[in-house]
């Protein structure tokens, strides 16, 4: 009941100020709809078709990440305001804390992917493994929110201001954006940054999702492969979260 309650008041908050969703969204709306325009007959051949339905998976991690990113600087508004103090000295236990703080940055990604699903229909971009797909994608994507969820705030925690934040964080994203499949194909990548787009664990994500998104069937291997690794993952980034705001609180 903590959990939800703690939930319930950031998507409030959120709700009463839209302009931190729309902010969020707008980045990614312009790489779906511009670039995928502008770069599309260039990338026509790499991409086996429409390039749009190529990059959306890349720019629904995109909005995850940015999603994710201002969840953490929320945090910041509640240490202004004060309600963070209220919550950590209220008889709540700090994993519901924790918890309802990850959860309102899930719950954000899903409304602006699903925002971004629909766009996408009219850019031509169909789900061709079907309803069986689009299932598929829900606990990939509620993984993938929760574990950088959790990082950000965890990050949040340890940093003195927004302002550094910011910057932290747009590093993060961007590096992380930058050093995966969101924009090209594996096998146009070679040399050190093969390696680099191979290690980092949104690439996988990124491509589970094409797949759900470009091919008929599904690869169920592929897809238990992802969960499982972003299963890890959340453990690791729910652990850290929880470690730093019990540190906090001792501070």
Request: a positive charge; one cysteine or more.
């Amino acid at each position: 009941m903590d959990t939800i309650n703690i939930l319930w008041r950031n998507m409030k908050w959120r709700f009463q100020n839209p302009i931190s969703i729309i902010l969020t969204i707008i980045q990614p709306l312009i790489w779906l709809v511009l670039y995928s325009a502008i770069a599309g007959q260039s990338m026509k051949n790499m991409a086996q078709g429409n390039y749009t339905a190529f990059i959306l998976a890349g720019i629904m991690v995109l909005v995850i990440l940015s999603c994710c990113s201002s969840g953490g600087y929320l945090n910041f508004i509640m240490k202004t305001k004060g309600s963070f103090y209220r919550i950590v000295i209220a008889p709540v236990k700090r994993s519901s804390i924790v918890l309802g703080q990850i959860l309102e940055a899930v719950f954000l990604s899903f409304i602006e992917i699903s925002i971004m699903l629909i766009l996408s229909i009219f850019l031509s971009v169909h789900i061709a493994s079907g309803f069986t797909g689009l299932l598929l994608m829900l606990p990939i994507i509620f993984l993938t929110a929760f574990f950088m969820s959790g990082i950000s705030y965890t990050i949040s925690l340890c940093l003195p201001n927004e302002a550094i934040y910011e910057t932290i964080m747009n590093l993060i994203v961007l590096s992380i954006f930058f050093t995966s499949t969101a924009l090209f194909p594996m096998d146009s990548i070679s040399g050190g940054l093969k390696i680099a787009v191979t290690i980092n664990p949104f690439t996988h994500v990124i491509n589970c999702l094409r797949n759900l998104v470009l091919e008929t069937t599904v690869d169920l291997q592929n897809v238990l492969f992802v969960s499982s690794l972003f299963i890890c993952l959340c453990c690791g980034s729910f652990t850290l979260a929880l470690w730093r705001l019990k540190k906090e609180t001792i501070q």
